[in-house]
């Protein structure tokens, strides 16, 4: 018997066992509100990224990041790094509204945003302090949202073979490679996980991202790289439903 063969049959077991699960017990497209915080080394720096998705009364919905550094870090970097997504849920899809990405407080050129107009189809978006005017599909959305609609398709066990953002003014595209399963021990606890190759259409930059279905396939662990080259890793070490105050 081929080895590989035999390998391949069981991974493939083990995904459909978790997709099973996962109908029976998810829901099929929205994400329930969270609070997770990750424990990251990006070129030797140790950072904590606390992440929450939340909803309004009106169904508005926001994803948001905050980056802060750690140890000797601090030293180099004191402000926090705050990304957010705003978005919608519009005919079983989520629909971006706006996007914040702000380095520090004195201006950088790094900080950036990006404003959909659904009705135009058309973004307006700010980096390194040009703004540009982009024409795009109503399934265009921020880098940040990209990852949440990917998660909602898992959900949904309908993985698209492309998903279009924006980032830094560019029109860009990723594509999502299965690798297989893995069960992957964090601070926040053991989780069997699917494991995916996320890659940025045209680029040397992809990331490696470990997805627990039963965290409505929260990503726990991520590797960042260039090439062969790791350039960045973060690991959860807390998560909790709802508008819970984190430890």
Not at 48 to 70: I, N, Q
Not at 82 to 96: K, L, N, P, T
Not at 125 to 139: M, P
Not at 178 to 186: A, H, N, P, R, S
Request: net charge positive; hydrophobic share 40%.
């Amino acid at each position: 018997m081929n080895p590989f063969n035999s390998t391949l049959k069981t991974e493939m077991r083990k995904l459909i066992t978790i997709a099973f699960a996962v109908c029976l017990s998810a829901p099929v497209l929205a994400l329930s509100p969270y609070t997770a915080i990750y424990e990251g080394k990006v070129s030797g720096f140790r950072a904590d990224t606390h992440t929450s998705l939340s909803a309004d009364d009106s169904g508005r919905m926001e994803f948001r990041s905050v980056a802060k550094a750690r140890g000797m870090a601090r030293m180099l970097k004191h402000d926090p790094i705050v990304e957010s997504s705003q978005f919608v849920e519009i005919d079983g899809r989520y629909r971006a509204i706006e996007y914040n990405y702000l380095f520090n407080q004195s201006g950088s050129k790094r900080n950036a945003w990006i404003k959909f107009d659904r009705d135009k189809l058309i973004a307006k978006s700010l980096y390194k302090k040009a703004i540009v005017e982009l024409d795009i599909n109503s399934d265009h959305v921020d880098r940040v949202l990209e990852t949440l609609v990917f998660r909602t398709d898992l959900m949904a066990g309908e993985v698209a073979e492309k998903y279009p953002y924006i980032d830094r003014n560019t029109l860009r595209e990723a594509v999502y490679e299965l690798l297989g399963t893995e069960t992957v021990k964090t601070v926040a606890g053991e989780f069997d996980a699917i494991k995916y190759r996320r890659q940025r259409v045209g680029s040397s930059r992809s990331a490696i991202i470990w997805f627990a279905p039963e965290l409505e396939f929260l990503p726990i662990q991520m590797q960042h790289f260039n090439g062969e080259k790791l350039t960045g890793t973060a690991i959860l070490k807390y998560y909790a439903l709802g508008n819970v105050t984190p430890r």
